[in-house]
């Protein structure tokens, strides 16, 4: 089946554009689009005049033999083919968690890096052999001969398939008539090819049936053509070339994403059936083994059968062992083969959960650096220290030296202070120091400040430069944090390497008291709040789990699921965990759905 035209109309000029750059779960296209960059002019007779990443020029040597397929095809945009939507188990499981899910070009990473090096050396040899066309006749044919095994018929073709692709059959004879690509080449070698009448025919053709959106693009399109033609500038004309091709692509991505929010619903109201019927053919015929998934449930459900059930009813054992698949210190536990459709799910919940806990001891951290300053203004403002046989006075910089960042608390969090000597057989009045009746300070003043630090360390964490690895950036920037920290307490200045030292060696570090205690408590409270998301989430029918979730993620006026920035803004810990919480109970439901009988229950 073939894209929306053929399922009962062109695309519909109100649609809007979902065409983007994100670097969000999106799925790629082979079509790559960069700017041209400026280059040298060609000193040749006929000199083009410079545009920008035009393809250099050949005058000084012939054309070189590459592979002739322009850098956007039918067949790289095959996939965007409605039957290849239907039929693609990864895009039809990310439909259910991604509310803006879309096609978008592959420009990013070493792939979109080589991408762009073959369109770049395809339009560069397009320039060459219409440079050694015009200056000289001969030489080229020499090369490329008669034939169309050459840059320019190729692309025409090229454009001709896309088209074909894009309108209802009943305009497709319009097609053959108006780029009858063998009389274009016909002309071209006469020389009375109208290049500016074809440009016009192709805007008509592509502005009734592309989006309102592009008609700039068109424009523009044909503006370079026809420039190009008038001046004898191939650089322009090359590049009016290259924007057709753009237009083409960012059409078919338009169709694409119009056929993938027409057909959501059925897509997810169909998932369960779809994915148990795929993953069976692959048990059924060997291509598939879920050993160590069975393992993995049956070890979880030695360990945590015995737990409440949370309200999570028969999928108790289920949400124990994901709950603590995704705590960071799992790190080194494989991820079941069952969850390789939302393996990338589950490591952003892992990598969530890790920001999480390290704010987590930032601020624990902090609070026990403001106790400890407390103390010390005040045991300075109220008492006179007695003075020792030099003469000498005890000061707030010596009961700093004595302090104990994250030692055992008094109720419920670590206690910073451990005063030496006070109370004991040898104290002295130079050895022993009592303290003040503490006062505490307004709550709604220190719940606000507290607040305020945490947002700024957010804003760093995600401001700061990216690194190799998670904890590698935690590592870099974690100095950083701990001036941050000290700005908003009264500490006197010489705790400050000391506290930094501590934050260091607590960020990250799985096997230290503080770590763990942050974890563990992170832990129990998302099991809470995941209880409740379960409890309200396991009832629904797919595209009710997927609008209920997806409501719960989403800002108010907008389309795309949160930040978790924004989360973590959001009443420190509360919006985070909120967030987490309804992203691993919506995956472990629709993980249960299909699994369930497959690999967890009697088979």
Known sequence: MGPEQDTGGPVERSRRNTVSGDPETMQETEAQRQPPAEEEPDSSPRKPTVSQKSPRSAHSHPPRRVPLDPPITKSTLSEL?????????????????????????????????????????????????????????????????????????????????????????????????GLNVDLLMQQFHRGVLDLE??????????KSHCAPMRDEEVDTMVNLIQTGNRDNDLDKLVLGMRELLSVLEHMKLDV?????????????????????RCFYKKLHYGRMSVDGSVSWYQKAKERYSANPPRSFGEMSVLFEGMSRLVLPSSAGSRIPETFQLDHER????????????????????????????????????????????????????????????????????????????????????RSSLGMPAYVAPDQTETKAKAQNLYNSLVALLYTAPQAADQIARWRAIAPSMAVQIFRYTEAPTGMLAIFEAKLVSS??????????????????????????????????SGVSLYSSASEKRILPGSSKPRDFFDCLLDGQED?????????????????WRVWAGLAYLDR
């Open 507 to 540: 960020l990250c570090q799985f096997d230290t008291q503080v770590y763990q205690e942050a974890e563990q408590a992170l832990h129990q409270r998302l099991m809470e709040e995941l209880s409740r998301r379960v409890q309200e989430f396991k009832g629904l």
């Open 197 to 206: 009448k074809l440009a016009e025919w192709l805007s008509g053709v592509l």
């Open 575 to 591: 919006g985070a965990l909120d967030d987490m919480a309804t992203r691993l109970a919506q995956v472990g439901i629709l993980h």
């Open 81 to 177: 083919d409605v039957t290849k939507i239907i039929h693609n188990s990864k895009l039809r499981h990310d439909i259910n968690f991604d509310p803006d899910l879309h096609f978008r070009p592959n420009v990013e990473g070493d792939k979109g890096r080589r991408k762009q090096e073959r369109s770049d050396s395809f339009w560069r040899t397009l320039r060459d052999q219409l440079t050694q066309f015009v200056v000289d006749r001969d030489e080229f044919y020499a090369h490329c001969g008669n034939g169309d095994d050459w840059c320019l018929p190729v692309l025409l073709k090229t454009v001709k398939e896309i088209l074909e692709t894009l309108v209802p059959q009943r305009d497709r004879e319009f097609l053959d008539e």
């Open 256 to 276: 694409a994403n119009h056929q993938i929010r027409c057909l959501r619903p059925v897509l997810i109201q169909d998932t369960v059936h779809f994915e148990q």
């Open 346 to 429: 589950l490591l952003k919940l892992r990598a969530d959960m890790l920001d999480t806990i390290n704010l987590d001891i930032c601020m624990r951290l902090y609070h026990d650096l403001e106790r400890v300053a407390r103390y010390s203004s005040s045991a300075s403002a109220h008492f006179t220290c007695p003075q020792d046989d030099e003469g000498s006075k005890v000061s707030s910089h010596t009961l700093s030296t004595d302090l104990n960042l994250g030692a055992p608390a008094v109720g419920s969090r670590p206690s910073s202070l451990a005063f030496s000597s006070a109370g004991s057989d040898a104290s002295s009045p």
